[in-house]
């Protein structure tokens, strides 16, 4: 399958693919005139990675990631559930460091309002 189908396949750029190889997230063999031929496996492997990009990993991250959910359950090692536990934490540390950097806004907005006026409440 050339770069094209497998970026129509997969419902990503040919450029996110071209990121993909270069990062190791995806293979693909040059056929004699050069071109790249992506084996028809790869549809799934792209979807997966625009899941995992969308959870906010890294490509760093993904690469570790893939070879453990792409293991049947039975060969995965406790690597995939640390790795996950990992960046569950780092998510939920970034959240509690927005409500903390929110919280400070909503403060500051409260005590520089116009007196007669109160900030617009968020929906």
Same mark, same amino acid.
């Given at each position: 399958?050339? &770069?094209?189908? *497998?970026?129509?396949?997969?419902?990503?750029?040919?450029?996110?693919?071209?990121?993909?190889? @270069?990062?190791?997230? &995806?293979?693909?063999?040059?056929?004699?005139?050069?071109?790249?031929? /992506?084996?028809?496996?790869?549809?799934?492997?792209?979807? *997966? &990675?625009?899941?995992? /990009?969308? !959870? #906010?990993?890294?490509?760093?991250?993904?690469?570790?990631?893939?070879?453990?959910?792409? !293991?049947? =359950?039975? @060969?995965?090692? #406790?690597?995939?559930?640390?790795? *996950?536990?990992? @960046?569950?934490?780092?998510? @939920?540390?970034?959240?509690?460091? &927005?409500?903390?950097?929110?919280?400070?806004?909503?403060? *500051?907005?409260?005590?520089?309002?116009? =007196?007669?006026?109160?900030?617009?409440?968020?929906?």
């Amino acid at each position: 399958m050339r &770069i094209g189908e *497998l970026a129509d396949a997969g419902g990503v750029s040919t450029r996110s693919l071209r990121y993909y190889e @270069e990062q190791g997230l &995806i293979r693909s063999r040059r056929t004699p005139g050069g071109w790249r031929d /992506f084996d028809g496996s790869m549809v799934e492997r792209v979807v *997966l &990675i625009q899941h995992l /990009f969308a !959870a #906010g990993l890294s490509s760093t991250t993904i690469n570790e990631l893939l070879p453990c959910l792409e !293991a049947p =359950p039975e @060969e995965r090692t #406790g690597a995939l559930e640390q790795l *996950l536990a990992q @960046e569950v934490e780092r998510l @939920e540390t970034k959240r509690r460091d &927005i409500d903390r950097e929110l919280d400070t806004l909503r403060a *500051l907005r409260t005590e520089t309002a116009l =007196p007669g006026t109160q900030p617009r409440k968020r929906v």
